[in-house]
């Protein structure tokens, strides 16, 4: 198989309210938006990816989706964003494999990792024998 393309699609409750919160609260970029007024799907950038919101779930089904997003500091990440109003799941902490997360939910329940790849982590380095 050959991929030429991939994007993420993410099935909001409230299309309006979830694609606010990308473009406003996360301040995404879009890449491009389709569809009527009424059911405009907008698709972000997403680092190296694409996140596309559009249509839509039923309130009752939960979303089993979750963001792994990269930033350069989570911390200033996560203050800037309390100070938006949004919710801290919970604080950046060390993980036990070395990445730094902190943890939010977008407004329809999405779970949002918030992620920092300390400058010695093995992501960061070339770790095979010369």
Do not use: C
């Amino acid at each position: 198989m050959e991929i030429l393309s991939s994007r993420v699609l993410l099935r909001p409750v409230n299309l309006p309210e979830t694609q606010a919160f990308y473009r406003d609260v996360l301040g995404l970029a879009i890449a491009r938006e389709f569809g009527t007024v009424e059911h405009r799907g907008v698709v972000f950038f997403l680092g190296n990816g694409l996140l596309e919101v559009a249509g839509s779930r039923a309130a009752v089904e939960q979303s089993s989706l979750v963001l792994w997003l990269q930033v350069r500091d989570v911390q200033a990440e996560l203050l800037r964003l309390a100070g938006l109003g949004v919710t801290i799941s919970r604080e950046a902490r060390t993980e036990p494999w070395g990445l730094i997360e902190g943890w939010i939910r977008d407004p329809d329940g999405t779970k949002i990792v918030l992620v920092q790849v300390p400058a010695d982590h093995p992501i960061r380095r070339d770790v095979r024998e010369i």
